[in-house]
């Protein structure tokens, strides 16, 4: 017996699907118990109501094969197992153990049918056909049970990236949300509350951004107009390794270690110090707030840094720009790395009698300004930005 709706040979014995009919309580029983003894998933003698879904969906499996076998061509409706599948997702399950019950189910049928083969005066043919029929069955019911399982997924997956994308704007609103709003939200997308966050900037700026492999307790933002990351205890074991393999040959900034609640400017200087790699003035990156603080205060309020280059390298400004770029280079390695002509030209690499023509002719312009302290501090502060400015156009 092959069950086909386009032939003339589908002879499926209506008084064998009445013989068999009745069998269903005992033989959906037989298949219970055998499930719950092989898969310790399925075993839950206390809960009346699992034992009663389990009855129903076993009981609806066999019913179901045995209208398929007494009209192949009425239409299947696969909803039932795919709600099946989606209370595998519900209950955390993956999909190994209802398709291990789905095959022990299948066995006691086939076993079944076997031990009534000859009272019933089946035919080697009719039970091979049978067989098939059982076998091609349990497929569609898996593959229901598969599709409502990873409906379940994508849409369970959906919800709690919502949520989190919620959280994440939570924790970088200005002014900062409530503290029980945060706890809320963070207890409802499954993320535990972390004492201290760092934010990362991403670059985006041509919409070739790809998410990198991050886990699951970062919170990505790669939709938002600022495309950002935020770390929980980034100063934890591993995480700096972690954020060094997933940022690797990207363009990012990494913002400072901050309490939760104060997310918003660990991000807002890791954006700015995004920015100040596109213009060349930091390093291309994956960099870190940490490592360049210095740059970052400097170029806070590059009007003010600009207005106080114009008074401390004025006496530079009547030179020809490759003078002033060679005294400036000269007067810079001085302020930072001591007054000794012999260490300045081992920093720039030049002959110690340079250097000491070079710091002749700063005195000479400078006079007693270079004694000064405050006007050394400021002429570094200013010397640091025009030489990271020239870096980047360079």
């Known amino acids: 017996m092959v069950i086909k709706c386009d032939t003339g040979d589908t002879r499926t014995p209506a008084d064998l699907v009445k013989t068999l009919r009745p069998g269903i309580g005992p033989l959906s029983a037989e298949v219970i118990e055998e499930i719950q003894t092989r898969i310790p998933e399925y075993a839950r003698p206390s809960d009346e109501l699992y034992i009663k879904v389990v009855k129903m969906a076993v009981e609806q499996a066999i019913e179901g094969f045995l209208d398929h076998i007494e009209n192949p061509c009425a239409p299947w409706d696969p909803e039932p197992f795919r709600m099946i599948g989606k209370g595998e997702a519900a209950e955390g399950r993956n999909l190994e153990p209802l398709q291990t019950a789905m095959r022990l189910g299948a066995r006691v049928g086939w076993r079944r049918l076997t031990e009534i083969a000859d009272p019933l005066g089946l035919s080697p043919q009719l039970l091979y056909d049978l067989g098939e029929a059982i076998f091609v069955y349990l497929d569609q019911l898996a593959d229901a049970a598969a599709q409502g399982f990873e409906e379940a997924r994508a849409r ?200 000491r023509y070079r710091l002749r002719q700063l005195e000479e312009l400078y006079g007693d300004q270079l004694a000064d302290p405050d006007i050394r501090f400021e002429l570094e502060i200013v010397l640091r930005a025009r030489q990271a400015v020239i870096g980047g156009r360079a």
């Open 156 to 355: 369970a997956a959906g919800e709690m990236e919502r949520r989190r994308s919620r959280l994440l704007d939570l924790l970088l609103s200005q002014p900062p949300a409530g503290a029980e709003a945060i706890a809320d939200v963070a207890k409802a997308a499954g993320w535990r509350l972390p004492r201290t966050v760092a934010c990362v900037a991403l670059d985006d700026q041509h919409g070739a951004y790809r998410s990198p492999a991050l886990p699951p307790d970062v919170l990505a933002g790669f939709d938002r107009p600022a495309p950002c990351l935020l770390v929980p205890d980034p100063n934890g074991p591993g995480q700096a390794q972690m954020l060094d393999t997933a940022l690797r040959g990207r363009r990012a900034a990494v913002g400072p270690a901050v309490p939760l609640a104060a997310a918003h400017t660990s991000l807002r200087w890791a954006c700015e110090a995004l920015e100040l790699s596109r213009r060349g003035v930091l390093p291309r990156g994956p960099l870190r707030c940490a490592d360049h603080m210095a740059t970052l205060v400097v170029f806070k309020d590059e009007e003010l840094v600009g207005a106080l280059a114009e008074v401390r390298l004025a006496p530079l400004a009547h030179l020809r720009p490759t003078q002033q770029d060679r005294l400036a280079e000269t007067l810079l390695a001085w302020l930072r790395h001591g007054r000794g002509a012999g260490e300045v030209a081992a920093r720039l690499h030049v002959h110690p009698q340079t250097v």
